[in-house]
């Protein structure tokens, strides 16, 4: 029996657990085979079109310097992998260590995967194919760098055909979030995490004032989409579907909206300078020089000691440990919530070549489970449990106390949660003038917060193998070391 048909894959795949974010793809599904990522197409006709666009140059170039996933025909096929009754091609892909999301990024890294996007794209068409859906969920990262993941997202270009059908997705997805944080300041994450398929123009329309609607780019990215949809929708009509010319004429015309799409990219690239709370904090420490001196030396001898391989950094800010770590060898994902200082860290990841990969992300409200019933796009807590050899938490506990309440024994659950091993935690006392800054407005009860009841909470998880009082401050660093194995959710 074959297995091309989507419901049979489906059947036979026990073996495999589908991928549920590659559910929606007319051309095939994607599975996790005994940890191997396995796409299998759906028809004789996506697989054979795969087939032919990994052979060409733009693919081989391509994978070669990790700006399309590295991909393999299996020989032997689905059944080879023991998909009973499954006779269908089978493609493995390189995996990716930790996926992420559009809303998680900051608009620097929406702009690098939006310049991939119209490279490959070009290259595509080029090559004799088309590139047929353009969303930025189709990039991942690894570390700082985007890679191309959907393959079957290349289909063979019609003849003659002078038009890009994806650019109004690639349109929503990407110029107009970027766009719209540029001129109007509303981070480009939030916009993709209020709506899947991005901005529609019309909604961006009504945003802007009546001088705007006149001026470039949103007049051609706004609202003359704007005013072409409602000029159809009167007429209750779709748009025309361009005709096909002569191929050479058509290339030509191709080449050129590429071009444009790669200018209207630039055009809206994000400011190199906007307002931040906290991109300065590391220049003005509240601990003072001499303290934050001391945790960075601290820091610096556990990863030379302990040689954690997966480091996570919650609540990074600009990043010096992150990138100490990846300097150590670790892989480090770094969270924080200021998209402004996430988008520094990427960029000075990329300059350093640090595996590092920086999040936009409340550590207090971690990105959850969204999409077809909550499974498209995994919640940040399943994609990072018991992942990480070492989770940094430096200057964030008493925030995470104070500023949002959350009970001392649950912070320390939620941490063991996510490390596998270790944790590196700066705990700052009520008399630090930091935690007085924050808590100046509140009257909670804080008696947890003493080092004796930390400590306390954190025996109940993890050993302490070293603490130290940084310099003359109200700020102690300690060295963890996970004495429970389970992994068990915090509970409130």
Known sequence: ????????????????????????????????????????????????????????????EAQARGALVRTRELPGGAAALGLAGCDAPAFEHDPVAFPSYPYEWPSEMLHA??????????????????????????????????????LLSFVRAAPGLSVWPAFGQFSRTFLLPLLVERTLQIPSHQSLAQARDGLEPDAVYRMIGPVR?????????????????????????????????????????????????????????????????????????????????????????????????????????????SLMA??????????????????????????????????????????????WCNQECTGFLDRARGRFDAVLMLALVHHLRVTERVPMDQIVAFTAQLASEYAVIEFVCPEDPGFRMIRSARDDDLRDVSRESFETSVRSRFDILYSERLDESHRWLYILRKSRPDVTPCRT
């Open 326 to 371: 990846a300097h150590h060898g670790a892989s480090v994902v770094a969270v924080d919530s200021d998209p402004v200082v996430v988008g520094a860290l990427w960029q000075r990841a990329r300059r350093e070549g640090a595996d590092l990969l920086p999040l936009v992300m409340d550590v207090a409200r971690p990105s959850p489970g969204i999409g």
């Open 213 to 321: 609607r006149l001026l470039p780019p949103f007049l051609g990215l706004v609202s003359t989409p704007t005013w072409m949809g409602h000029r159809h929708a009167r007429l209750h009509r779709p748009p025309p579907t361009p005709a096909a010319i002569d191929p050479e004429r058509a290339a030509f015309v191709l080449s050129m909206l590429h071009r444009s799409a790669a200018r209207a990219l630039h055009r809206v690239r994000p400011r190199p300078v906007r307002p931040s709370r906290w991109i300065d904090y590391p220049q003005h420490p509240v601990a003072g020089p001499r303290a934050t001196q001391r945790k960075y030396e601290l820091v610096d001898r556990f990863l030379a000691e302990h040689r954690p391989t997966r480091v996570l950094d919650l609540g990074c800010n600009t990043g010096d440990a």
């Open 1 to 60: 029996m074959s297995c091309f048909d989507g419901a049979d894959v489906e059947a036979s795949a026990s073996a495999a657990r589908a991928v549920p974010a590659s559910f929606r793809d007319p051309a095939g599904r994607l599975f996790l085979h005994q940890e191997r990522l396995i796409r299998i197409p759906h028809t004789p006709e996506d697989a054979r079109t795969l087939r032919a666009f990994l052979e060409t140059e733009l693919a081989r």
């Open 113 to 150: 995967a939006g310049r991939l996007t119209l490279d490959l794209a070009a290259g595509a068409a080029r090559a004799g194919f088309e590139m047929k859906d353009a969303t930025p969920y189709n990039v991942l990262f690894r570390g700082p760098d985007p890679v191309f993941v959907d």
